[in-house]
């Protein structure tokens, strides 16, 4: 296997264990925040503590990464896991609530540092393989929307002591696994150009339209889907579905997210950034219309699903045109504060969603969603426009090929 492909398929296994940690989270953070503190209404703290650490390290670990590389980087955010999830283990067996909390916040830290999985597969391989390269690892998250839960459900009472002290004790384990993958991995060291300061200001990178257009991209890819997923169950228990039904259509609604990652990259090649983002927002649109239309299982399954596929073709596009916006020298920081804003609206949305359904409702939720959906729509069709009309001479830009037909 040659060294760019043996790559791919390593951080696609890196992926698939940070989703697979991530999903274990999910599962059973509340539940053993809820059981440790003081004030029920703090349950899910740790969780939220895990999302604001996130945000704040994506933009500090892309930079990191620009000075010691991103193997070196990907490795410090694993370790911080591992520590984040023994500290973690010793507090519910210990009964800590606030250890907890700092064990969650170490786990943000590698969430942090693991959003740059895509973009170090995209850098491993030539242009014309990076939307394929950036797919596929996302793919690795197939398999995790089974493994995470059920190994949080393993884990609950594998170990003598309290409920899911054996859960914290995989989810270390895997960030064990983790490591010995990175420690083979053979990522091309950062370019003389990639590591020299200087490059134009943020400011203007940020401002330059295909920039903005992918950026937009991601932020509503994320800010939709994870508002309209962690709505979801609430409004099926508010219908009264067993939890049973619920834990299907999220499973199904992760795998969703990550198998078409298998040949969404193909498409993005074939077709082009914009028309593919076009083809995830429709996706996203049907879903939030599958929500309005009723409320039965098939319904929600149905809208979870297509909100799933919408994401990932949307976030695909999206990270592959953001890799054509900007010089070398200016990477870290591009990519750096591209994820700092995702993860910002990721924060935002599930802290929010509870309380938004509460007040607005389910149906107002879904309504809701069409501004931004409408907004990146006319975004694109803007840019579209534009790549084709005719233009002055101007200074030169990163190379800009948004594939055939964009």
């Not at 520590?83 to 250890?99: D, E, P, R, T």
């Not at 804003?341 to 924060?347: D, E, K, P, Q, S």
């Given at each position: 296997?040659?060294?760019?492909?043996?790559?791919?398929?390593?951080?696609?296994?890196?992926?698939?264990?940070?989703?697979?940690?991530?999903?274990?989270?999910?599962?059973?953070?509340?539940?053993?925040?809820r059981s440790l503190a003081p004030d029920a209404r703090l349950?899910?703290?740790?969780?939220?503590?895990?999302?604001?650490?996130?945000?704040?390290?994506?933009?500090?670990?892309?930079?990191?990464?620009?000075?010691?590389?991103?193997?070196?980087?990907?490795?410090?955010?694993?370790?911080?896991?591992?520590?984040?999830?023994?500290?973690?283990?010793?507090?519910?067996?210990?009964?800590?609530?606030?250890?907890?909390?700092?064990?969650?916040?170490?786990?943000?830290?590698?969430?942090?540092?693991?959003?740059?999985?895509?973009?170090?597969?995209?850098?491993?391989?030539?242009?014309?393989?990076?939307?394929?390269?950036?797919?596929?690892?996302?793919?690795?998250?197939?398999?995790?929307?089974?493994?995470?839960?059920?190994?949080?459900?393993?884990?609950?009472?594998?170990?003598?002591?309290?409920?899911?002290?054996?859960?914290?004790?995989?989810?270390?384990?895997?960030?064990?696994?983790?490591?010995?993958?990175?420690?083979?991995?053979?990522?091309?060291?950062?370019?003389?150009?990639?590591?020299?300061?200087?490059?134009?200001?943020?400011?203007?990178?940020?401002?330059?339209?295909?920039?903005?257009?992918?950026?937009?991209?991601?932020?509503?890819?994320?800010?939709?889907?994870?508002?309209?997923?962690?709505?979801?169950?609430?409004?099926?228990?508010?219908?009264?579905?067993?939890?049973?039904?619920?834990?299907?259509?999220?499973?199904?609604?992760?795998?969703?997210?990550?198998?078409?990652?298998?040949?969404?990259?193909?498409?993005?090649?074939?077709?082009?950034?914009?028309?593919?983002?076009?083809?995830?927002?429709?996706?996203?649109?049907?879903?939030?219309?599958?929500?309005?239309?009723?409320t039965s299982i098939w319904h929600y399954a149905l809208a979870?699903?297509?909100?799933?596929?919408?994401?990932?073709?949307?976030?695909?596009?999206?990270?592959?045109?953001?890799?054509?916006?900007?010089?070398?020298?200016?990477?870290?920081?591009?990519?750096?504060?591209?994820?700092?804003?995702?993860?910002?609206?990721?924060?935002?949305?599930?802290?929010?969603?509870?309380?938004?359904?509460?007040?607005?409702?389910?149906?107002?939720?879904?309504?809701?969603?069409?501004?931004?959906?409408?907004?990146?729509?006319?975004?694109?069709?803007?840019?579209?426009?534009?790549?084709?009309?005719?233009?002055?001479?101007?200074?030169?830009?990163?190379?800009?090929?948004?594939?055939?037909?964009?």
């Amino acid at each position: 296997m040659s060294t760019p492909r043996r790559n791919v398929v390593f951080l696609a296994a890196c992926q698939g264990i940070f989703v697979t940690g991530s999903s274990l989270v999910v599962a059973v953070s509340a539940l053993v925040g809820r059981s440790l503190a003081p004030d029920a209404r703090l349950a899910t703290l740790p969780a939220g503590l895990l999302f604001l650490a996130a945000m704040v390290t994506t933009l500090p670990a892309s930079l990191l990464m620009k000075r010691i590389g991103r193997r070196r980087g990907f490795i410090a955010g694993v370790l911080a896991g591992g520590l984040g999830a023994g500290l973690c283990g010793i507090a519910i067996a210990g009964g800590s609530f606030y250890l907890f909390c700092l064990g969650s916040a170490l786990l943000g830290v590698l969430a942090g540092a693991a959003q740059y999985y895509r973009f170090a597969a995209a850098d491993a391989v030539s242009e014309d393989q990076r939307s394929r390269a950036i797919s596929l690892v996302l793919a690795g998250g197939v398999v995790a929307a089974f493994a995470g839960p059920n190994l949080a459900r393993w884990g609950r009472t594998a170990l003598a002591g309290p409920e899911f002290l054996g859960s914290y004790a995989a989810l270390a384990a895997l960030q064990v696994a983790a490591l010995l993958l990175l420690l083979r991995v053979d990522l091309p060291p950062a370019s003389a150009e990639e590591r020299a300061p200087g490059g134009r200001p943020l400011a203007r990178v940020v401002l330059r339209p295909r920039y903005a257009v992918a950026l937009a991209g991601a932020v509503v890819s994320y800010g939709v889907m994870n508002l309209l997923m962690t709505a979801t169950p609430l409004s099926m228990s508010a219908h009264a579905f067993a939890f049973g039904h619920t834990a299907t259509v999220i499973q199904w609604h992760a795998v969703g997210m990550f198998a078409p990652s298998f040949f969404s990259g193909s498409l993005v090649a074939r077709y082009g950034s914009l028309r593919m983002m076009t083809c995830g927002l429709f996706l996203l649109a049907a879903s939030a219309a599958t929500n309005l239309a009723g409320t039965s299982i098939w319904h929600y399954a149905l809208a979870l699903a297509a909100l799933g596929v919408g994401w990932n073709f949307l976030f695909v596009a999206s990270s592959v045109l953001l890799t054509r916006t900007y010089f070398p020298a200016e990477k870290a920081k591009a990519q750096g504060f591209n994820d700092l804003l995702v993860f910002a609206t990721v924060t935002l949305t599930a802290t929010s969603a509870g309380a938004l359904h509460e007040v607005a409702g389910w149906r107002a939720m879904n309504l809701a969603v069409l501004a931004p959906i409408a907004a990146l729509a006319a975004m694109i069709a803007w840019i579209g426009r534009r790549r084709h009309a005719p233009r002055p001479a101007r200074t030169a830009e990163p190379a800009a090929s948004l594939g055939p037909g964009s």
